[in-house]
């Protein structure tokens, strides 16, 4: 079976797990999240510690086996210290602005995109920088890949909304005319 699913996801002071049947509910000072357990799956809270156990040794239950332990240490550490990404602006005249939870994008197009923070998600911004922050991984992942879409950098100049560590590959422009040749 699996290396990381076998490992037991430790509890910080202050984190709290409630499990039922099925599904899980992991409390902290940043938050709750709650998580439906997969079909084959059950979790142990034993000195603190969160143990994922499959009920049988199938084939089946296999691949799942090491995601659902990661899915759980992902919501402690959601709810412990929380989870953030950084997109970057870059380009002449690109503005962001937040009003709520609403976020205003000035990015090149003819008209401001407006988009809308889901539950949960808290975006700041400061200067050049988006900061989007939450409890859940997968929300503010795709928070982030959602307002990175809206104007994804080019290779030509780098223009565009980029994650703060992304390294964007950059294309040579159309080379220049040779001198003296015919035209």
Known sequence: MS???????KLPEGVTAKITRD??????????????????????????FLTVKPQNNT????????TTRALLANMVAGVSTG???????????????VTG???TLSVGYSHPVK???????????E?????????????VGQTAATIRNIRPPEPYK???????????RRKAGKAAKTAGGPV
């Open 101 to 103: 939870s609403s976020l």
């Open 3 to 9: 290396k990381i699913g076998k490992q037991p996801v």
């Open 115 to 125: 988009f809308e923070a889901p539950e949960g998600i808290f975006i700041k911004v």
């Open 83 to 97: 989870w953030k990404k950084v997109l970057e602006l870059v380009g002449a005249g690109y503005r962001a602005e």
């Open 59 to 66: 084939y089946s239950l296999s691949p799942n086996y090491g």
């Open 158 to 168: 780098g223009k565009g909304i980029k994650y703060q560590d992304e390294i964007v």
């Open 127 to 139: 200067k050049m920088l988006l900061t989007i922050e939450g409890t859940d991984k997968e929300a």
């Open 23 to 48: 599904l899980v509910v992991v409390s902290g000072s940043k938050g709750s999240l709650e998580r439906k357990l997969p079909h084959g799956f059950s979790v142990e809270e034993k000195d603190g």
